[in-house]
């Protein structure tokens, strides 16, 4: 099995910024693609940001020049630093990794459990 496990999220007021990871674990052996949605209430869930193991990265248009997304292929770790934040940036964010290959020889798509980052205005 695989884990996603996200820290980072909190409370911040407009202007501000923060930093989320996220850490995958678990019997992989390959990962390629790793990235962050987000979700607000009643809004289909989106993506944010996603990087590969190459380092190809492609963000939302929303969030171009405010958002940075990178990784640690080392650690399997992925990081989403978020400055100038808005309040429409509001949203559980949510850690995603597709296609991934652990002992068992199936791609399987894995997410987070969440985090929430709330922009105050």
């Known amino acids: 099995q695989v884990q996603l496990v996200e820290s980072g999220g909190g409370l911040v007021q407009a202007g501000g910024s923060l930093r989320l990871s996220c850490a995958a674990s678990?019997?992989?052996?390959?990962?390629?693609?790793m990235g962050w949605y987000r979700q607000a209430p009643g809004i289909q869930r989106e993506l944010v940001a996603r990087?590969?193991?190459?380092?190809?990265?492609n963000y939302a248009e929303s969030v171009k020049g405010r958002f940075t997304i990178s990784r640690d292929n080392a650690k399997n770790t992925v990081y989403l630093q978020m400055n100038s934040l808005k309040p429409e940036d509001t949203a559980v964010y949510y850690c995603n990794a597709p296609r991934v290959v652990s002992t068992d020889l199936r791609p399987t798509d894995y997410w987070g459990q969440g985090t929430q980052v709330t922009v105050s205005s």
């Open positions: 990087i590969t193991r190459g380092g190809s990265i």
């Open positions: 678990g019997s992989i052996l390959s990962i390629n693609t």
